[in-house]
């Protein structure tokens, strides 16, 4: 079964970066595209920015082009996002999301979060 | 503050029919694909409805979405209480050149 499974929570300082992994399984990887978004608590959902695992290609939101990069290990089947100059107003739950086509591109299976927390 | 607009709130009583609805701009909606999401407490989100009106296998036909113009609508049917949850529209916008979301609908089965 198709599974993504995210690192563990964080709690950063103003300032720092922050990496989360998303390992998946249970499909072939490279053929898919994997996405990262994020909710602020009691918000909706920011998108962040996509990786092709295939050829590794990728593309950002505007809004976190500066501060984002997402990168991914196929031998690991496992793909990252690193956020810097993180500040308070970035304390969000952070996922990965797999995109497919046979949904019209709608993201279809989903990690399980992890919540980032910045905080002095 | 959500690109697309949705009610924060819905509710319905068991068996009855309940509408959400999504508004947009020309640059999103207007232009591109609309998907539904439903978020249950405390679990990621699982997608109803795909390209405005197609259901992923698996999802009830209790479940149906629809798109006109610049706004879209997702209608459930025969309300069950395990239909309380978090529904989001999303749809990709050409001008921010990314996805984006509404600010979700929370529904309540009374």
């Known amino acids: 079964q198709v599974q993504l499974v995210q690192s563990g929570a964080e709690v950063k300082k103003p300032g720092a970066s922050v990496k989360v992994s998303c390992k998946a399984s249970?499909?072939?990887?490279?053929?898919?595209?994997i996405h990262w978004l994020r909710q602020a608590p009691g918000q909706s959902f920011e998108w962040m920015g996509w990786i092709n695992a295939g050829n590794g290609n990728t593309y950002y939101s505007q809004k976190f082009q500066d501060r984002v990069t997402i990168t991914r290990d196929t031998s690991a089947s496992t793909t990252y996002m690193e956020l810097r100059s993180l500040k308070s107003e970035d304390t969000a739950v952070y996922s990965c999301?797999?995109?497919?086509?046979?949904?019209?591109?709608?993201?279809?299976?989903w990690g399980q979060g992890t919540l980032v927390t910045v905080s002095s | 503050q959500s690109v697309l607009t949705q009610a924060p709130s819905a509710s319905g009583t068991p068996g009855q029919r309940v509408t959400i609805s999504c508004s947009g701009n020309s640059s999103n909606i207007g232009r591109n694909y609309v998907n539904w999401y439903q978020q249950l407490p405390g679990t990621a989100p699982k997608v109803l409805i795909y390209r405005n009106n197609q259901r992923p296998s698996g999802v009830p036909d209790r479940f149906s979405g629809s798109k006109s113009g610049t706004s879209a609508s997702l209608a459930i049917s025969g309300l069950r209480s395990e239909d309380e949850a978090d529904y989001y529209c999303a749809a990709w916008d050409d001008s921010l050149s990314g996805w984006v979301f509404g600010g979700g609908t929370k529904l309540t089965v009374l």
């Open positions: 999301a797999r995109d497919n086509v046979k949904v019209g591109a709608a993201f279809d299976y």
């Open positions: 249970g499909y072939t990887f490279t053929s898919y595209t």
